[in-house]
T-cell receptor, first 112, second 115 residues
Framework: GNSVTQMEGPVTLSEEAFLTINCTYT??????LFWYVQYPGEGLQLLLK?????DKGSNKGFEATYRKETTSFHLEKGSVQVSDSAVYFC???????????FGKGTLLTVNP | GAVVSQHPSWVICKSGTSVKIECRSL??????MFWYRQFPKQSLMLMAT?????????EQGVEKDKFLINHASLTLSTLTVTSAHPEDSSFYIC???????????FGPGTRLTVT
């Protein structure tokens, strides 16, 4: 079955530091890949997505590239801000049923 | 746009009682709604998928008689935890999808505590 493995947190960075959160997946066929963000007290929000190999999703300074050869979708941001503090979930959707399979989530804390 | 609400945001109930959680799509019609359960420091686990006007499809290992899902309209789905026990205490999250799209819009979640 489908599975998503993402690096365990928590991750603590200083403002303006570089961020990488690793995500690898196992799936049959050609899944779509997502990063969701959950700010404190709020629901999950779609941060970015990629639907085919070599696609790069980007939003709010975050980027992730769909790497089929390494089955990875690592999240990066060049300069994090305090407001980026949240839990980040990597997820995939495979097949026609649109079900999402999530990683365990990575808590990011950015200190001023 | 694409806002999903849940009510209540938190609830405490006694063991053996039932509790209903509502999920509403506020500004769109949701063809499909999903219910997830999230344990502390764990991922979201899909419990069931529901389509308006039809029976929900439950994931393996989820007791359909315990977790009753009703999707009565294109903007409302409900999850009823029947005869709740302390092990049912968890964070329950719903999401809604529009038409034939893979993008899901998530509610803020409901914290259930069973005493």
């Amino acid at each position: 079955g489908n599975s998503v493995t993402q690096m365990e947190g928590p991750v603590t960075l200083s403002e303006e530091a570089f961020l990488t959160i690793n995500c690898t997946y196992t799936a049959t066929g050609y899944p779509s890949l997502f990063w969701y963000v959950q700010y404190p007290g709020e629901g999950l929000q779609l941060l970015l997505k990629a639907t085919k190999a070599d696609d790069k999703g980007s939003n709010k300074g975050f980027e992730a590239t769909y790497r089929k050869e390494t089955t990875s979708f690592h999240l990066e941001k060049g300069s994090v801000q305090v407001s980026d503090s949240a839990v980040y979930f990597c997820a995939l959707s495979g097949g026609s049923n649109y079900k999402l399979t999530f990683g365990k989530g990575t808590l990011l804390t950015v200190n001023p | 746009g694409a806002v999903v609400s849940q009510h209540p945001s938190w609830v405490i109930c006694k063991s053996g009682t039932s509790v209903k959680i509502e999920c509403r799509s506020l500004d769109f019609q949701a063809t499909t709604m999903f219910w997830y359960r999230q344990f502390p420091k764990q991922s979201l686990m899909l419990m069931a998928t529901s389509n308006e006007g039809s029976k929900a499809t439950y994931e393996q290992g989820v007791e359909k008689d315990k977790f009753l899902i009703n999707h009565a309209s294109l903007t409302l789905s409900t999850l009823t935890v029947t005869s709740a026990h302390p092990e049912d205490s968890s964070f329950y999250i719903c999401s809604a999808a529009i038409g034939t799209t893979y993008e899901q819009y998530f509610g803020p979640g409901t914290r259930l505590t069973v005493t």
